[in-house]
Protein backbone atom coordinates (compact mmCIF):
# COMPACT_ATOMS: atom_id res chain seq x y z
CA UNK A 1 0.00 0.00 0.00
CA UNK A 2 2.94 2.09 0.87
CA UNK A 3 4.38 1.58 -2.28
CA UNK A 4 1.46 2.16 -4.27
CA UNK A 5 0.67 5.56 -2.42
CA UNK A 6 4.20 6.93 -3.45
CA UNK A 7 3.74 5.92 -7.04
CA UNK A 8 0.32 7.49 -6.94
CA UNK A 9 1.90 10.77 -5.39
CA UNK A 10 4.37 10.64 -7.62
CA UNK A 11 2.28 10.61 -10.41
CA UNK A 12 -0.13 13.38 -9.40
CA UNK A 13 2.64 15.81 -9.14
CA UNK A 14 4.30 14.92 -12.48
CA UNK A 15 1.15 16.12 -13.99
CA UNK A 16 1.34 19.92 -15.42
CA UNK A 17 -2.44 19.89 -14.70
CA UNK A 18 -1.68 19.49 -10.60
CA UNK A 19 0.74 22.59 -10.32
CA UNK A 20 -2.50 24.70 -12.11
CA UNK A 21 -4.62 24.79 -9.40
CA UNK A 22 -1.88 25.90 -7.21
CA UNK A 23 -1.14 28.75 -9.51
CA UNK A 24 -4.61 29.84 -9.83
CA UNK A 25 -5.15 29.56 -6.38
CA UNK A 26 -1.85 31.77 -6.10
CA UNK A 27 -3.33 34.20 -8.86
CA UNK A 28 -6.48 34.83 -7.23
CA UNK A 29 -5.38 35.48 -3.76
CA UNK A 30 -3.05 37.57 -4.85
CA UNK A 31 -5.40 39.81 -6.66
CA UNK A 32 -7.47 40.25 -3.98
CA UNK A 33 -4.34 41.15 -1.62
CA UNK A 34 -3.61 43.72 -4.09
CA UNK A 35 -7.36 45.20 -4.29
CA UNK A 36 -7.45 45.48 -0.79
CA UNK A 37 -3.94 46.71 -0.16
CA UNK A 38 -5.01 49.91 -2.64
CA UNK A 39 -8.59 50.37 -1.65
CA UNK A 40 -9.07 47.76 2.01
CA UNK A 41 -10.31 51.06 3.41
CA UNK A 42 -12.74 51.60 1.51
CA UNK A 43 -13.94 48.06 1.10
CA UNK A 44 -14.25 47.95 5.07
CA UNK A 45 -16.21 50.79 5.20
CA UNK A 46 -18.28 49.36 2.51
CA UNK A 47 -19.05 46.05 4.69
CA UNK A 48 -19.30 47.90 7.84
CA UNK A 49 -21.98 50.78 6.72
CA UNK A 50 -22.85 53.58 9.27
CA UNK A 51 -21.19 51.36 12.13
CA UNK A 52 -19.22 54.56 12.56
CA UNK A 53 -22.17 56.27 13.49
CA UNK A 54 -22.28 54.33 16.47
CA UNK A 55 -18.83 54.04 18.00
CA UNK A 56 -15.77 54.95 17.19
CA UNK A 57 -13.81 52.65 14.15
CA UNK A 58 -10.20 52.75 12.74
CA UNK A 59 -10.96 51.08 9.63
CA UNK A 60 -7.31 50.59 8.89
CA UNK A 61 -6.56 48.53 11.95
CA UNK A 62 -9.67 46.24 10.63
CA UNK A 63 -8.33 45.63 7.03
CA UNK A 64 -5.33 43.25 8.84
CA UNK A 65 -3.83 40.04 7.60
CA UNK A 66 -6.69 38.11 9.52
CA UNK A 67 -9.76 40.10 7.86
CA UNK A 68 -8.00 39.61 4.52
CA UNK A 69 -7.77 35.94 4.88
CA UNK A 70 -11.07 35.22 6.38
CA UNK A 71 -12.11 37.42 2.85
CA UNK A 72 -10.46 35.14 0.75
CA UNK A 73 -11.52 31.82 2.82
CA UNK A 74 -15.38 33.11 1.97
CA UNK A 75 -14.62 33.38 -1.87
CA UNK A 76 -12.06 30.73 -2.43
CA UNK A 77 -13.67 27.71 -0.47
CA UNK A 78 -16.50 27.68 -2.39
CA UNK A 79 -14.38 27.07 -5.94
CA UNK A 80 -11.80 24.99 -4.38
CA UNK A 81 -14.09 21.75 -5.36
CA UNK A 82 -13.35 22.62 -8.59
CA UNK A 83 -9.45 22.44 -8.47
CA UNK A 84 -10.30 19.56 -6.09
CA UNK A 85 -12.35 17.85 -8.97
CA UNK A 86 -10.22 18.36 -11.66
CA UNK A 87 -7.43 15.97 -10.23
CA UNK A 88 -9.55 13.70 -8.01
CA UNK A 89 -12.06 13.29 -10.81
CA UNK A 90 -8.78 12.13 -13.17
CA UNK A 91 -7.19 9.53 -11.02
CA UNK A 92 -9.41 6.21 -12.31
CA UNK A 93 -10.80 7.43 -15.48
CA UNK A 94 -7.70 9.26 -16.79
CA UNK A 95 -5.61 5.80 -16.56
CA UNK A 96 -8.61 3.83 -18.20
CA UNK A 97 -8.15 6.65 -21.02
CA UNK A 98 -4.80 6.57 -21.59
CA UNK A 99 -4.30 2.94 -21.40
CA UNK A 100 -2.41 2.32 -18.15
CA UNK A 101 -5.35 1.36 -16.01
CA UNK A 102 -5.13 -1.91 -17.24
CA UNK A 103 -1.20 -2.62 -16.89
CA UNK A 104 -1.57 -1.09 -13.42
CA UNK A 105 -4.72 -3.83 -12.49
CA UNK A 106 -2.77 -6.57 -14.04
CA UNK A 107 0.18 -5.97 -11.32
CA UNK A 108 -0.22 -8.27 -8.11
CA UNK A 109 -1.88 -5.76 -5.90
CA UNK A 110 -5.29 -5.52 -5.25
CA UNK A 111 -7.75 -3.37 -6.80
CA UNK A 112 -8.95 -2.38 -2.92
CA UNK A 113 -5.67 -1.19 -2.70
CA UNK A 114 -5.24 0.45 -5.81
CA UNK A 115 -8.24 2.38 -5.15
CA UNK A 116 -7.66 3.90 -1.53
CA UNK A 117 -3.82 4.77 -2.75
CA UNK A 118 -5.29 6.75 -5.42
CA UNK A 119 -7.80 8.19 -2.66
CA UNK A 120 -4.96 8.61 -0.05
CA UNK A 121 -2.97 10.70 -2.61
CA UNK A 122 -5.40 13.04 -3.65
CA UNK A 123 -6.00 13.54 -0.08
CA UNK A 124 -2.47 14.82 0.23
CA UNK A 125 -2.43 16.77 -2.77
CA UNK A 126 -6.01 18.32 -1.19
CA UNK A 127 -3.95 18.88 2.16
CA UNK A 128 -1.15 20.02 -0.04
CA UNK A 129 -3.82 22.49 -1.74
CA UNK A 130 -4.78 23.92 1.83
CA UNK A 131 -1.42 24.46 3.25
CA UNK A 132 -0.57 26.44 -0.24
CA UNK A 133 -3.83 28.45 0.19
CA UNK A 134 -3.05 28.81 4.35
CA UNK A 135 0.79 29.82 3.20
CA UNK A 136 -0.88 32.67 0.45
CA UNK A 137 -3.68 33.92 2.39
CA UNK A 138 -2.96 33.77 5.74
CA UNK A 139 0.96 34.30 6.41
CA UNK A 140 1.30 36.46 3.73
CA UNK A 141 -1.46 38.61 4.49
CA UNK A 142 -0.22 38.69 7.89
CA UNK A 143 3.15 39.54 6.41
CA UNK A 144 1.56 42.09 4.36
CA UNK A 145 -1.56 43.97 6.63
CA UNK A 146 -0.61 42.98 9.94
CA UNK A 147 -2.01 41.44 13.12
CA UNK A 148 -4.65 42.87 14.49
CA UNK A 149 -8.69 42.35 15.49
CA UNK A 150 -11.11 40.43 12.88
CA UNK A 151 -14.65 41.20 12.90
CA UNK A 152 -16.85 38.88 11.97
CA UNK A 153 -20.39 39.57 9.96
CA UNK A 154 -23.13 37.30 11.29
CA UNK A 155 -26.84 37.37 10.51
CA UNK A 156 -27.54 38.68 14.30
CA UNK A 157 -25.10 41.60 13.13
CA UNK A 158 -20.91 41.82 14.06
CA UNK A 159 -18.87 40.61 16.55
CA UNK A 160 -15.22 41.14 17.23
CA UNK A 161 -12.60 38.27 17.84
CA UNK A 162 -9.33 39.11 20.00
CA UNK A 163 -5.94 39.09 17.88
CA UNK A 164 -5.07 36.48 20.19
CA UNK A 165 -7.61 34.71 20.16
CA UNK A 166 -7.73 34.18 16.08
CA UNK A 167 -5.03 32.01 15.02
CA UNK A 168 -6.74 28.81 16.20
CA UNK A 169 -9.95 29.10 14.28
CA UNK A 170 -7.41 29.61 11.21
CA UNK A 171 -5.90 25.82 11.99
CA UNK A 172 -9.45 24.82 13.21
CA UNK A 173 -10.94 25.93 9.82
CA UNK A 174 -8.51 25.05 7.54
CA UNK A 175 -8.33 21.08 9.15
CA UNK A 176 -12.54 21.35 8.47
CA UNK A 177 -12.29 22.56 5.20
CA UNK A 178 -9.83 19.79 4.74
CA UNK A 179 -12.58 17.34 5.22
CA UNK A 180 -15.02 18.87 3.45
CA UNK A 181 -12.45 18.62 0.77
CA UNK A 182 -12.24 14.98 0.74
CA UNK A 183 -15.83 14.77 -0.03
CA UNK A 184 -15.29 16.11 -3.11
CA UNK A 185 -12.51 14.18 -3.62
CA UNK A 186 -14.39 10.87 -2.86
CA UNK A 187 -17.45 11.84 -5.31
CA UNK A 188 -15.17 12.77 -7.95
CA UNK A 189 -12.97 9.34 -7.23
CA UNK A 190 -16.53 7.39 -7.83
CA UNK A 191 -17.42 8.66 -10.80
CA UNK A 192 -13.92 8.45 -11.93
CA UNK A 193 -14.81 4.48 -11.43
CA UNK A 194 -17.57 4.66 -13.37
CA UNK A 195 -15.88 6.47 -16.29
CA UNK A 196 -13.58 5.84 -19.15
CA UNK A 197 -12.45 9.19 -19.98
CA UNK A 198 -11.31 11.94 -17.51
CA UNK A 199 -13.41 14.95 -18.85
CA UNK A 200 -16.89 13.23 -17.82
CA UNK A 201 -16.13 12.77 -14.17
CA UNK A 202 -14.27 16.06 -13.48
CA UNK A 203 -17.98 18.19 -15.19
CA UNK A 204 -20.23 15.76 -13.68
CA UNK A 205 -18.45 16.50 -9.98
CA UNK A 206 -18.55 20.21 -10.69
CA UNK A 207 -21.73 20.15 -12.03
CA UNK A 208 -23.22 18.24 -9.18
CA UNK A 209 -21.94 20.70 -6.54
CA UNK A 210 -23.56 22.97 -8.21
CA UNK A 211 -26.65 21.83 -8.53
CA UNK A 212 -26.91 20.33 -4.51
CA UNK A 213 -25.08 23.98 -3.67
CA UNK A 214 -28.64 26.01 -5.58
CA UNK A 215 -30.64 23.32 -3.41
CA UNK A 216 -29.28 23.70 -0.47
CA UNK A 217 -29.36 27.42 -0.23
CA UNK A 218 -32.59 27.74 -1.83
CA UNK A 219 -34.81 29.14 0.80
CA UNK A 220 -38.11 26.51 0.00
CA UNK A 221 -39.36 24.76 2.95
CA UNK A 222 -40.00 20.98 1.12
CA UNK A 223 -36.06 21.37 -0.04
CA UNK A 224 -35.37 22.84 3.34
CA UNK A 225 -36.89 20.05 5.33
CA UNK A 226 -36.41 17.24 3.00
CA UNK A 227 -33.44 17.26 0.82
CA UNK A 228 -31.23 19.93 2.83
CA UNK A 229 -30.12 17.69 5.20
CA UNK A 230 -29.01 14.93 3.25
CA UNK A 231 -26.93 17.03 1.17
CA UNK A 232 -23.38 17.50 1.70
CA UNK A 233 -23.31 21.11 0.71
CA UNK A 234 -25.43 21.90 3.49
CA UNK A 235 -22.30 20.98 5.57
CA UNK A 236 -19.13 22.57 3.54
CA UNK A 237 -19.41 25.54 5.08
CA UNK A 238 -19.40 24.47 8.61
CA UNK A 239 -15.71 26.37 8.57
CA UNK A 240 -16.87 28.66 9.84
CA UNK A 241 -18.56 28.18 12.60
CA UNK A 242 -15.43 28.47 13.92
CA UNK A 243 -15.74 32.18 13.89
CA UNK A 244 -18.56 32.41 15.65
CA UNK A 245 -17.33 32.90 18.89
CA UNK A 246 -19.91 32.78 22.18
CA UNK A 247 -20.98 35.09 24.69
CA UNK A 248 -22.36 35.26 27.97
CA UNK A 249 -25.76 36.32 28.59
CA UNK A 250 -25.65 40.09 28.57
CA UNK A 251 -23.74 40.01 25.59
CA UNK A 252 -19.90 39.60 26.26
CA UNK A 253 -18.13 37.63 24.29
CA UNK A 254 -16.18 34.45 25.50
CA UNK A 255 -12.96 34.25 24.43
CA UNK A 256 -11.63 30.91 23.04
CA UNK A 257 -14.84 29.97 22.91
CA UNK A 258 -17.55 28.72 19.78
CA UNK A 259 -20.94 29.90 19.58
CA UNK A 260 -22.22 25.99 18.30
CA UNK A 261 -19.95 23.79 18.60
CA UNK A 262 -22.61 20.95 18.34
CA UNK A 263 -23.25 22.42 14.78
CA UNK A 264 -19.75 21.88 13.65
CA UNK A 265 -19.20 18.07 15.15
CA UNK A 266 -22.73 17.53 13.24
CA UNK A 267 -21.30 18.74 10.08
CA UNK A 268 -18.33 16.80 10.48
CA UNK A 269 -19.68 13.51 11.18
CA UNK A 270 -22.05 14.03 7.89
CA UNK A 271 -18.86 14.49 5.41
CA UNK A 272 -17.12 11.97 7.45
CA UNK A 273 -20.21 9.58 6.51
CA UNK A 274 -20.15 11.41 2.86
CA UNK A 275 -16.60 9.89 2.76
CA UNK A 276 -16.80 6.35 4.13
CA UNK A 277 -20.07 5.81 2.00
CA UNK A 278 -18.54 7.49 -1.28
CA UNK A 279 -14.90 5.54 -1.00
CA UNK A 280 -16.73 2.22 0.10
CA UNK A 281 -18.64 2.57 -3.25
CA UNK A 282 -15.64 2.89 -5.57
CA UNK A 283 -14.00 0.20 -3.68
CA UNK A 284 -16.69 -2.02 -4.67
CA UNK A 285 -17.73 -1.01 -8.00
CA UNK A 286 -14.22 -1.10 -9.02
CA UNK A 287 -13.49 -4.71 -7.59
CA UNK A 288 -16.22 -5.75 -9.67
CA UNK A 289 -15.70 -3.76 -12.73
CA UNK A 290 -13.90 -5.87 -16.35
CA UNK A 291 -11.28 -3.56 -17.11
CA UNK A 292 -12.11 -2.88 -20.88
CA UNK A 293 -10.30 -0.01 -21.99
CA UNK B 1 6.69 -30.63 -19.14
CA UNK B 2 4.18 -29.12 -16.35
CA UNK B 3 1.51 -27.17 -17.67
CA UNK B 4 1.88 -23.25 -17.25
CA UNK B 5 -1.77 -22.02 -17.97
CA UNK B 6 -4.58 -24.11 -18.06
CA UNK B 7 -7.79 -22.90 -18.94
CA UNK B 8 -11.01 -25.18 -18.38
CA UNK B 9 -14.47 -24.15 -20.22
CA UNK B 10 -14.02 -20.62 -19.72
CA UNK B 11 -16.97 -18.23 -20.53
CA UNK B 12 -17.50 -14.62 -20.70
CA UNK B 13 -21.15 -12.83 -21.75
CA UNK B 14 -21.26 -9.01 -22.11
CA UNK B 15 -25.05 -8.63 -21.94
CA UNK B 16 -26.45 -11.18 -24.99
CA UNK B 17 -23.23 -11.57 -26.63
CA UNK B 18 -20.90 -14.57 -26.00
CA UNK B 19 -17.22 -13.26 -25.91
CA UNK B 20 -15.74 -16.29 -24.95
CA UNK B 21 -17.99 -19.82 -24.97
CA UNK B 22 -16.81 -22.93 -22.78
CA UNK B 23 -13.36 -22.21 -24.02
CA UNK B 24 -10.68 -25.13 -22.85
CA UNK B 25 -6.71 -24.61 -23.71
CA UNK B 26 -3.64 -26.01 -21.88
CA UNK B 27 0.30 -24.23 -22.06
CA UNK B 28 3.15 -25.88 -21.23
CA UNK B 29 6.24 -24.82 -19.96
CA UNK B 30 8.16 -23.29 -22.66
CA UNK B 31 5.91 -23.39 -25.33
CA UNK B 32 5.36 -20.55 -27.22
CA UNK B 33 1.51 -20.71 -27.87
CA UNK B 34 0.09 -18.66 -30.25
CA UNK B 35 -3.05 -17.33 -29.93
CA UNK B 36 -5.14 -16.76 -33.33
CA UNK B 37 -8.62 -15.73 -34.21
CA UNK B 38 -9.84 -12.88 -36.27
CA UNK B 39 -10.79 -8.93 -34.46
CA UNK B 40 -13.37 -9.61 -31.85
CA UNK B 41 -13.12 -13.57 -32.09
CA UNK B 42 -12.21 -13.46 -28.33
CA UNK B 43 -8.51 -13.52 -27.80
CA UNK B 44 -7.86 -9.72 -25.78
CA UNK B 45 -10.85 -10.93 -23.53
CA UNK B 46 -9.74 -14.63 -22.78
CA UNK B 47 -5.72 -12.66 -22.02
CA UNK B 48 -7.72 -10.44 -19.83
CA UNK B 49 -9.35 -12.89 -18.13
CA UNK B 50 -5.69 -14.84 -17.66
CA UNK B 51 -4.59 -10.92 -16.18
CA UNK B 52 -8.23 -10.66 -13.58
CA UNK B 53 -9.05 -7.79 -15.35
CA UNK B 54 -11.96 -9.45 -16.13
CA UNK B 55 -14.34 -11.42 -14.13
CA UNK B 56 -15.27 -14.81 -16.19
CA UNK B 57 -19.19 -16.03 -16.43
CA UNK B 58 -17.87 -19.43 -15.81
CA UNK B 59 -15.31 -22.34 -16.07
CA UNK B 60 -11.81 -22.07 -14.14
CA UNK B 61 -8.21 -20.95 -14.85
CA UNK B 62 -5.30 -21.98 -12.93
CA UNK B 63 -1.90 -20.52 -13.21
CA UNK B 64 1.39 -22.66 -12.14
CA UNK B 65 -0.64 -25.15 -10.82
CA UNK B 66 -2.85 -22.52 -8.55
CA UNK B 67 -6.28 -21.11 -8.95
CA UNK B 68 -5.87 -17.66 -10.19
CA UNK B 69 -8.73 -16.74 -8.41
CA UNK B 70 -7.72 -17.83 -4.95
CA UNK B 71 -3.65 -17.34 -5.85
CA UNK B 72 -4.14 -14.09 -7.68
CA UNK B 73 -1.27 -11.89 -6.07
CA UNK B 74 0.94 -14.58 -6.16
CA UNK B 75 0.07 -15.71 -9.85
CA UNK B 76 0.61 -12.31 -11.33
CA UNK B 77 4.14 -12.19 -9.66
CA UNK B 78 5.48 -14.08 -12.41
CA UNK B 79 3.77 -12.46 -15.33
CA UNK B 80 5.00 -10.11 -17.21
CA UNK B 81 2.30 -8.73 -20.46
CA UNK B 82 1.30 -6.39 -23.24
CA UNK B 83 -2.13 -6.41 -23.73
CA UNK B 84 -2.73 -4.81 -26.95
CA UNK B 85 -1.19 -1.09 -27.52
CA UNK B 86 1.22 -0.94 -24.98
CA UNK B 87 0.09 2.67 -23.37
CA UNK B 88 2.12 4.12 -20.94
CA UNK B 89 2.64 6.90 -18.98
CA UNK B 90 3.41 9.77 -21.33
CA UNK B 91 3.86 12.51 -18.97
CA UNK B 92 6.75 10.24 -17.69
CA UNK B 93 10.04 9.43 -19.07
CA UNK B 94 10.78 5.97 -19.93
CA UNK B 95 13.14 5.55 -16.79
CA UNK B 96 10.38 6.79 -14.70
CA UNK B 97 7.95 4.59 -16.42
CA UNK B 98 10.18 1.52 -16.17
CA UNK B 99 10.68 2.32 -12.40
CA UNK B 100 7.34 2.64 -11.72
CA UNK B 101 5.70 -0.55 -13.03
CA UNK B 102 9.39 -2.31 -11.27
CA UNK B 103 8.32 -1.04 -8.04
CA UNK B 104 4.57 -2.00 -8.21
CA UNK B 105 5.70 -5.61 -9.06
CA UNK B 106 7.51 -5.57 -6.06
CA UNK B 107 11.41 -5.10 -7.69
CA UNK B 108 13.42 -2.88 -6.10
CA UNK B 109 15.42 -2.08 -8.98
CA UNK B 110 18.78 -0.14 -9.14
CA UNK B 111 19.36 2.44 -11.57
CA UNK B 112 21.83 0.24 -13.64
CA UNK B 113 19.02 -2.84 -13.85
CA UNK B 114 16.95 -0.70 -15.43
CA UNK B 115 19.40 1.26 -17.75
CA UNK B 116 20.26 -2.67 -19.02
CA UNK B 117 16.72 -3.46 -18.94
CA UNK B 118 16.34 -0.57 -21.73
CA UNK B 119 19.41 -0.95 -22.98
CA UNK B 120 18.00 -4.64 -24.00
CA UNK B 121 14.87 -3.25 -26.01
CA UNK B 122 17.80 -0.14 -27.58
CA UNK B 123 16.03 2.81 -25.61
CA UNK B 124 18.97 3.37 -23.35
CA UNK B 125 19.91 6.83 -24.96
CA UNK B 126 16.42 7.89 -24.88
CA UNK B 127 15.62 7.04 -21.13
CA UNK B 128 15.27 10.36 -19.97
CA UNK B 129 12.98 11.44 -22.94
CA UNK B 130 9.15 11.60 -21.86
CA UNK B 131 7.38 8.83 -23.59
CA UNK B 132 4.90 10.88 -25.55
CA UNK B 133 7.71 12.13 -27.76
CA UNK B 134 7.97 8.19 -28.50
CA UNK B 135 6.91 6.56 -31.87
CA UNK B 136 4.99 3.58 -31.42
CA UNK B 137 7.37 0.86 -31.78
CA UNK B 138 9.54 2.58 -29.16
CA UNK B 139 6.52 2.56 -26.93
CA UNK B 140 6.37 -0.91 -27.75
CA UNK B 141 9.32 -1.64 -26.98
CA UNK B 142 9.36 -0.33 -23.77
CA UNK B 143 6.46 -2.00 -23.22
CA UNK B 144 8.35 -5.06 -23.22
CA UNK B 145 10.91 -3.76 -20.94
CA UNK B 146 8.15 -3.31 -18.53
CA UNK B 147 6.68 -6.76 -19.30
CA UNK B 148 9.81 -8.04 -18.70
CA UNK B 149 11.54 -6.11 -15.63
CA UNK B 150 10.22 -8.41 -12.78
CA UNK B 151 12.16 -11.27 -14.69
CA UNK B 152 8.48 -12.95 -15.04
CA UNK B 153 8.00 -16.71 -15.82
CA UNK B 154 4.93 -15.92 -18.37
CA UNK B 155 4.75 -13.66 -20.55
CA UNK B 156 1.43 -12.75 -22.20
CA UNK B 157 1.40 -10.38 -24.98
CA UNK B 158 -1.43 -9.82 -27.15
CA UNK B 159 -1.60 -8.13 -30.41
CA UNK B 160 2.61 -7.15 -29.97
CA UNK B 161 2.95 -6.16 -33.72
CA UNK B 162 -0.39 -4.21 -33.81
CA UNK B 163 0.73 -0.77 -35.20
CA UNK B 164 4.55 -1.65 -35.79
CA UNK B 165 6.38 -1.20 -38.97
CA UNK B 166 8.59 -4.26 -40.98
CA UNK B 167 11.62 -3.68 -38.88
CA UNK B 168 9.20 -3.26 -35.91
CA UNK B 169 7.74 -6.62 -36.15
CA UNK B 170 10.80 -8.61 -37.67
CA UNK B 171 12.50 -6.87 -34.21
CA UNK B 172 9.52 -8.64 -32.07
CA UNK B 173 9.68 -11.81 -33.65
CA UNK B 174 13.46 -12.13 -32.91
CA UNK B 175 12.58 -10.91 -29.20
CA UNK B 176 9.42 -13.24 -28.60
CA UNK B 177 12.58 -16.14 -29.78
CA UNK B 178 15.30 -14.93 -27.92
CA UNK B 179 12.97 -14.90 -24.87
CA UNK B 180 12.09 -18.45 -25.39
CA UNK B 181 14.76 -20.11 -26.68
CA UNK B 182 17.75 -18.05 -24.22
CA UNK B 183 15.91 -16.73 -21.48
CA UNK B 184 13.36 -19.88 -21.20
CA UNK B 185 9.81 -18.16 -21.08
CA UNK B 186 6.56 -19.40 -21.44
CA UNK B 187 4.73 -17.26 -23.91
CA UNK B 188 1.57 -16.61 -24.93
CA UNK B 189 0.90 -14.36 -28.23
CA UNK B 190 -2.31 -13.48 -29.86
CA UNK B 191 -2.58 -12.36 -32.72
CA UNK B 192 -4.98 -12.09 -36.33
CA UNK B 193 -1.81 -12.48 -38.66
CA UNK B 194 -0.85 -16.42 -38.86
CA UNK B 195 1.81 -15.45 -40.71
CA UNK B 196 3.47 -13.77 -37.17
CA UNK B 197 2.18 -17.41 -35.48
CA UNK B 198 3.48 -19.42 -37.47
CA UNK B 199 7.18 -17.76 -37.24
CA UNK B 200 7.17 -18.03 -33.60
CA UNK B 201 4.59 -20.48 -32.36
CA UNK B 202 5.49 -24.18 -31.53
CA UNK B 203 1.87 -24.35 -30.95
CA UNK B 204 -1.06 -23.07 -31.89
CA UNK B 205 -4.65 -22.37 -31.26
CA UNK B 206 -7.72 -20.89 -33.72
CA UNK B 207 -10.34 -19.18 -31.91
CA UNK B 208 -13.49 -18.00 -33.34
CA UNK B 209 -17.06 -16.43 -31.85
CA UNK B 210 -15.21 -17.24 -28.56
CA UNK B 211 -14.93 -20.90 -29.10
CA UNK B 212 -12.04 -23.16 -30.17
CA UNK B 213 -11.59 -24.28 -33.35
CA UNK B 214 -8.13 -26.23 -33.17
CA UNK B 215 -5.44 -26.42 -31.20
CA UNK B 216 -2.35 -28.26 -32.12
CA UNK B 217 1.30 -28.40 -32.82
CA UNK B 218 2.32 -25.36 -35.53
CA UNK B 219 4.27 -28.22 -37.16
CA UNK B 220 1.61 -30.63 -37.30
CA UNK B 221 -0.46 -28.57 -38.51
CA UNK B 222 1.97 -27.69 -41.44
CA UNK B 223 2.86 -31.29 -41.97
CA UNK B 224 3.41 -31.20 -45.89
CA UNK B 225 2.52 -35.04 -46.10
CA UNK B 226 -1.09 -34.05 -44.45
CA UNK B 227 -3.92 -31.91 -45.83
CA UNK B 228 -6.64 -30.38 -43.97
CA UNK B 229 -9.79 -30.92 -46.61
CA UNK B 230 -13.05 -28.49 -46.47
CA UNK B 231 -15.89 -30.50 -47.79
CA UNK B 232 -19.20 -29.25 -48.95
CA UNK B 233 -22.07 -31.52 -49.66
CA UNK B 234 -25.55 -31.16 -50.74
CA UNK B 235 -26.57 -31.93 -46.63
CA UNK B 236 -23.78 -31.10 -44.58
CA UNK B 237 -25.41 -32.41 -41.19
CA UNK B 238 -25.95 -36.15 -42.76
CA UNK B 239 -22.64 -36.17 -43.93
CA UNK B 240 -20.78 -35.01 -40.64
CA UNK B 241 -23.01 -37.44 -38.89
CA UNK B 242 -22.24 -40.44 -41.41
CA UNK B 243 -18.30 -39.30 -41.17
CA UNK B 244 -18.79 -39.39 -37.03
CA UNK B 245 -20.08 -43.18 -37.23
CA UNK B 246 -17.20 -44.49 -39.16
CA UNK B 247 -14.05 -44.92 -38.96
CA UNK B 248 -13.07 -41.14 -40.57
CA UNK B 249 -14.19 -39.81 -37.08
CA UNK B 250 -10.73 -39.60 -36.13
CA UNK B 251 -9.76 -36.72 -38.67
CA UNK B 252 -12.28 -34.57 -38.18
CA UNK B 253 -11.51 -31.24 -37.12
CA UNK B 254 -13.30 -30.44 -33.92
CA UNK B 255 -15.32 -27.27 -33.33
CA UNK B 256 -14.75 -26.44 -37.08
CA UNK B 257 -17.64 -24.90 -39.34
CA UNK B 258 -19.05 -27.00 -41.97
CA UNK B 259 -16.69 -30.41 -42.83
CA UNK B 260 -12.87 -29.64 -41.93
CA UNK B 261 -10.71 -33.28 -41.86
CA UNK B 262 -6.89 -33.75 -41.63
CA UNK B 263 -5.52 -36.77 -43.53
CA UNK B 264 -3.11 -38.14 -45.81
CA UNK B 265 -3.79 -36.74 -49.81
CA UNK B 266 -3.66 -40.43 -50.81
CA UNK B 267 -6.92 -40.64 -48.30
CA UNK B 268 -9.00 -38.19 -50.05
CA UNK B 269 -10.63 -39.96 -53.18
CA UNK B 270 -11.33 -43.04 -50.59
CA UNK B 271 -13.50 -40.39 -48.36
CA UNK B 272 -14.83 -39.08 -51.81
CA UNK B 273 -16.10 -42.53 -52.52
CA UNK B 274 -17.40 -43.31 -49.40
CA UNK B 275 -19.86 -40.57 -49.13
CA UNK B 276 -20.56 -40.94 -52.80
CA UNK B 277 -21.95 -44.52 -52.43
CA UNK B 278 -24.30 -43.41 -49.02
CA UNK B 279 -25.79 -40.66 -51.46
CA UNK B 280 -23.97 -37.93 -50.00
CA UNK B 281 -24.20 -35.04 -52.54
CA UNK B 282 -20.14 -33.81 -52.95
CA UNK B 283 -20.55 -30.19 -54.14
CA UNK B 284 -16.91 -29.07 -53.35
CA UNK B 285 -14.09 -30.27 -51.87
CA UNK B 286 -11.10 -28.24 -51.50
CA UNK B 287 -7.54 -29.71 -49.87
CA UNK B 288 -5.53 -26.64 -48.02
CA UNK B 289 -2.45 -26.59 -47.67
CA UNK B 290 -1.01 -23.43 -45.98
CA UNK B 291 -2.17 -22.51 -42.18
CA UNK B 292 -3.62 -19.45 -43.85
CA UNK B 293 -5.79 -21.04 -45.87
CA UNK B 294 -6.31 -23.88 -42.79
CA UNK B 295 -7.15 -20.63 -40.79
CA UNK B 296 -9.06 -18.80 -42.99
CA UNK B 297 -10.84 -22.04 -43.91
CA UNK B 298 -11.92 -22.79 -40.21
CA UNK B 299 -13.19 -19.57 -38.95
CA UNK B 300 -15.34 -18.38 -42.58
CA UNK B 301 -15.62 -21.79 -44.37
CA UNK B 302 -18.50 -20.31 -46.69
CA UNK B 303 -16.30 -17.43 -48.25
CA UNK B 304 -13.55 -19.53 -48.43
CA UNK B 305 -15.94 -21.91 -50.33
CA UNK B 306 -16.82 -18.92 -52.28
CA UNK B 307 -13.77 -17.22 -53.29
CA UNK B 308 -12.49 -20.85 -53.96
CA UNK B 309 -15.27 -21.04 -56.08
CA UNK B 310 -14.36 -17.79 -57.88
Known sequence: MWNLLQIELFKIFKKPRTYLAFAVIAAFI?????????????WMMFMLGSLDETMV????????????????????????????????????SGEASMGTLRLLAAKPVSRTSIILSKYFATAVYVFALLIWIAVISLLVSLAVFGKNDLIVAKTSGLQLIESSDVLWRYFCAFAFAFIAMMVVAAISLLLSTLSDNSIGPIVATVGIIIVCTLVSEMEIPIYQKYIRPYLFTTYMLGWKGFFYIGSTADGETIKGSIEYLPGI?????????????????SVFIFRKKDILS | MPAIIKVNNLSKKFKKINAVDGLSFTVQEGDVYGFLGQNGAGKSTTIRMLLTLVKPTAGDISIFGKNLFTHRGEILKDIGAIIEKPDLYKYLTAFENLALFAKISGIKAEKSFLMDHLKMVELDERAHDKVHTFSQGMKQRLGIAVALVHNPKLIILDEPTNGLDPQGIADMR???????????????????????????????????????????????????????????TLNDEKARQVIIESSWQRYLQPGAKGILLKMDKEQIPVLISYLSQLDIGILAVKPTHSLE??????????????????
Request: charged letters at 15%; one cysteine or more.
Open chain 2, 293 to 310: DYFISLTTPNNYVESSAN
Open chain 1, 57 to 92: VDYNKLVNGYAVCFFVLNLLLVHVPILVALVAGDVV
Open chain 2, 174 to 232: TLILKLSRQMGKTILVSSHLLSEIELVANKMLIIHKGRKMIEGKVAELLDPSKSVVYIE
Open chain 1, 30 to 42: FLIQLGLYVNGKD
Open chain 1, 265 to 281: IKSLVALLVYIVALVSS
